[in-house]
């Protein structure tokens, strides 16, 4: 009789040699590396994917693999995925590190803090670490390229030059669209180019209405909250920051040489000849060609390799009660065109204490200096000078200086080359010097009156004085060509804002699943500005300057101008969590301000918003 002979598939062999394979059992639990909190939900997969679990609510988990099990794979949303071996273990216990930061960390709002799981606006947050990883010349600087929906815009390269921030596009036709900066709880700062970098703890950027509705007219486009470094309760630190490195631009055009000019005028006017059937003299001569070599690089004269550099030094510290940070800051950066420049020296005094287990002061202060020389490059050149313009059309043929040691300025060949005025003696020469002196300083008391309602009182002054000084000396181009003879301009103004600033705000656990947080307030600010301005020209000397505009033969009309405003603010927001996944925020501010019309002198600004954390619903765990 004939016997049959069973034949398996290599798929159904596979299946049977699976399940007669000897398994064995792991157990573990899974954790949160920074709260320690045990994580339910982590979806865990073996590397054959023959088993796989996901952790309990107490972040338990077990789990049957077989002996051809060599990985197991820990993933979870908002978490770095782990591998591990299994090899030799019965219990294997781990944790997991979240990503961008841990949805428990506070992070700063308007008039409060609040969780990162909690929020119901856009906020992008700004670590320490990114900060201090980016050497910028001023603070708006640092959040280019940080936050999703916020464009970050130079308007001026040179040193100390201006910042645009747009967040979320441009909201004004006729309007600023600069968002407001909120340093350490001061609203409407003055000139960011004065705020030392180094000094900055955290940035926050508030985007939308839900967000920004706490402060009003003044949010329409956003707002930065700034955070200034305070010491650290039991330690204390020197510590002295600096670097250095130069600046250099990477590529320049390909400008012909004084011979290749005057070859290719010579060039110019022949074939003119001939299509005309004219005989008009050559520019140059062949004798004259032949001598000029490669005449001026006139880019390379007002160029240069420029250095920046920064020094710091802080004290940081804090006993039980108390912190402060202590520092000062040298900045100075070189422009690449000649006699360009912006120094900045600032001193910071942070302090807080806690008076007693109910009270708590504070203050946060700094002093600060800037003077920028900005070379006049973004000018239409000729007679209103143009240090980048003029130095591209100048003829290389024309040297720096003349025979006398005069500066030089172009007058022919006519009609090919411009009257232009020279661009080394443009940039060496003129002054356009802006100086700042800055002051900002707050000062806060607060009170728990109860456990959980505290009273918040903060005033404080933002004072900056400025100083402009402009002046062309009479051997310019300007000066030769026209009857004037040296032009000045002097300017100085003085801006003061004063902040008084007081607040409620109760946070309280009605019970294990319900939260609610008030903040109430009322906030009046006063602006006040003044400005004078004169100027002359036509001197009869360059060596004053524009420091004597009376010796001026032609005095211009001077000018002056006084401005004031206040704004009184009340506002208040109510947050509400219910079992850590139903989020909801309600927000109201009233402005009313000396600014807007009679009769119409109130603006109201409300938000609401709500959030539903899917991600923590019981379906969505795996």
């Known amino acids: 009789m004939r016997k049959k002979r069973l034949l398996l598939s290599p798929l159904l062999l596979l299946l049977t040699l699976q399940l007669f394979a000897q398994k064995h059992q792991i157990t573990g639990v899974v954790t949160n590396t920074k709260t320690g909190e045990k994580m339910e939900g982590v979806t865990i997969t073996a590397d054959d994917h023959v088993s796989g679990t996901t952790t309990k609510a107490d972040g ?18 908002g978490f770095g995925a782990r591998t591990v071996e299994v090899k030799g273990h019965a219990v294997l216990d781990l944790t997991m590190e979240p990503l961008n930061g841990d949805l428990n960390d506070v992070v700063l709002i308007g008039y409060g ?7 119901t606006g856009s906020l992008t947050s700004i670590s320490t670490k990114d900060i201090e990883e980016t050497p910028v010349t001023r603070a708006d600087q640092m959040i280019q390229g940080r936050s999703s929906g916020v464009q970050v815009t130079q308007t001026n390269a040179a040193p100390g030059g201006n910042v645009s921030i747009r967040i979320r596009g441009t909201n004004s036709i006729n309007s600023s669209n600069e ?14 180019s004065t705020i030392n970098p180094g000094d900055i703890e955290s940035i926050e950027i508030l985007k939308d209405a839900s967000a920004t509705a706490i402060y009003g007219s003044r949010g329409a486009n956003g707002v930065v909250l700034i955070t200034t470094k305070h010491g650290k309760a039991g330690t204390q630190s020197v510590n002295f920051d600096a670097y250095y490195g130069v ?57 240069r390799s420029a250095p920046i550099e920064n020094y710091q030094v802080s004290l940081l510290g804090g006993s039980k009660d108390s912190r402060y940070n202590l520092s000062a800051n040298f900045f100075d950066q070189q422009g690449i065109v000649i006699n360009s420049w912006f120094k900045r020296g600032t001193l910071r005094f942070n302090y807080d204490k806690t008076v007693s287990a109910k009270v708590r002061i504070g203050i946060a202060s700094q002093l600060a200096y800037s003077s920028q020389n900005d070379a006049l490059v973004n000018t239409n050149g000729g007679s209103s000078g143009g240090v980048m313009y003029d130095a591209l059309r100048f003829n290389p043929a024309t040297t720096i200086r003349d025979s006398t040691g005069a500066y030089t300025y172009t007058t022919g ?49 933002d004072v900056v004085y400025t100083t ?22 002097k300017s100085s103004s003085v801006s003061y804002s004063w902040l008084s600033e007081n607040t409620l705000s109760y946070d309280k656990d009605l ?111 795996n």
Not at 60 to 77: A, D, H, I, P, Q
Not at 179 to 192: E, K, M, Q, S, Y
Not at 257 to 267: I, K
Not at 534 to 540: D, L, M, Q, T
């Open 60 to 77: 338990s988990y077990s789990l049957s693999v077989t002996e051809n099990t060599k990985y197991l794979t820990f993933s979870f949303v």
């Open 113 to 119: 803090t609040q969780r990162k799981r909690d929020l």
């Open 179 to 192: 968002p407001l900066f909120v340093i350490d709880g001061f609203p409407g700062a003055g000139d960011l």
């Open 247 to 303: 600046q250099k631009v990477s590529k320049l055009y390909d400008m012909m040489n004084a011979t290749q000019f005057a070859t290719y005028l010579d060039s110019v006017t022949a074939q003119n000849n001939r299509l005309t059937n004219t005989n008009e003299a050559l520019p140059y001569t062949a004798q004259q060609i032949s001598g000029l070599g490669a005449g001026t690089n006139w880019e390379k004269a007002v160029l």
């Open 413 to 461: 060949p006519v009609p090919y080359v411009d009257l232009a005025g020279n661009p080394v003696a443009y940039a060496l020469s003129t002054t356009n010097i802006t100086n700042n002196f800055h002051s900002l300083m707050d000062g806060f008391l607060e009170w728990e009156i109860l456990k959980g309602l505290k009273f918040k009182a903060l005033a404080g002054a």
């Open 468 to 489: 402009y000084s402009f002046y062309t000396p009479s051997y310019l181009y300007a000066s030769t060509q026209n009857t004037s003879s040296g032009n000045a301009e």
């Open 511 to 621: 019970n294990k699943h319900n939260r609610l947080s008030l903040v109430g307030g009322f906030s009046a600010q006063v602006f006040d500005q003044q400005s004078l301005s004169g100027a002359a020209n036509s001197f009869f000397t360059n060596d004053l300057g524009a420091n004597n505009l009376s010796i001026g033969g032609t005095p211009l009309v001077p000018g002056s101008s006084q401005s004031k405003n206040t704004l009184a603010s009340f506002f208040g927001r109510a947050n509400y969590r219910l079992y850590e996944k139903y989020l909801l925020t309600a927000t109201m501010r009233a402005d009313g301000s000396s600014r807007f019309g009679t009769g119409n002198k109130w603006g109201y600004f409300p938000s609401a918003a709500a959030a539903w954390r899917i991600i923590d619903e019981s379906f969505m765990k």
